[in-house]
């Protein structure tokens, strides 16, 4: 049996031009064990990616914010002080970054995030003021509640399931990932990820994007059928 993957998705499942890399259908689909999609995009992200695939919906979204599992769905995390945030960070002359329909923060129900060209600094003073927190996972600024994080909800997940998080194989790329790393039995950091995942990792991969993910779900695949 295969061991049960707890995946991120931007930069972790996706080509360096953001799109998910094809041979994802080949894989996933096949794969006989649990898989989890954990990722800091809203919910209705991660849940399309698992109807496509056709696998059961084994989401965790928006950092941990939202955790789905065996047809529950719970949150964490405060929206109503990221958009008070989000206001004053307007008032103040910043600007998310998104066209008008906003399908970025549009479904999002625990957390806000702006645009990597958005002014960081600012953000991170008007966070700092409402006790939030700012996350940089390399494709967005997500300002979020402090303890909210995706391993968090890898363990929710694990408790609706039934399984131990330790036997969890996790892949990712950013600062948003080091939770992840900490609570899955088994860690890996694609080439392309940043420092702080790099360093949380048990493993850093040779090969960036989902080259490197690729890999790690060829080789643990093949010790388990050794
Ligand atoms: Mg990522």
Redesign the pocket.
């Known amino acids: 049996m295969a061991p049960p993957l707890a995946l991120?998705?931007?930069?972790?499942l996706t080509s360096p031009t953001d799109q998910i890399d094809p041979r994802l259908f080949e894989v996933l689909p096949e794969w006989n064990a649990p898989v989890v999609v954990a990722?800091?995009k809203s919910f209705p992200y991660p849940v399309a990616l698992c109807h496509f695939l056709g696998i059961p919906e084994q989401v965790v979204a928006e950092n941990g914010g939202v955790v789905c599992a065996a047809g529950e769905v719970s949150f964490q995390g405060d929206r109503e002080r990221a958009e008070a945030a989000i206001e004053r960070f307007r008032e103040r002359g910043g600007d998310l970054g998104w066209d008008a329909a906003d399908t970025t923060n549009r479904w999002r129900e625990t957390e806000l995030a702006a645009r990597v060209d958005a002014d960081e600094a600012l953000l991170r003073e008007v966070a700092a003021e409402f006790d939030l927190e700012v996350v940089d996972?390399?494709?967005a600024y997500h300002l979020k509640t402090p303890g909210v994080e995706k391993g968090d909800g890898l363990a929710a997940v694990c408790d609706i399931l039934g399984l131990s998080s330790d036997s969890f194989v996790a892949v990712?790329?950013?600062e948003?990932?080091v939770s992840l790393f900490e609570t899955a039995g088994e860690s890996y950091a694609v080439a392309n990820a940043d420092e702080r995942a790099k360093a949380a990792a048990d493993t850093v991969l040779d090969e960036s994007y989902f080259d490197g993910t690729l890999s790690v779900l060829e080789s643990v695949r093949s010790e388990s059928t050794a």
């Not at 991120?8 to 972790?12: A, Q």
């Open positions: 991120d998705i931007d930069g972790t990722t800091g996972t390399g494709y990712g790329d950013s948003n990932d």
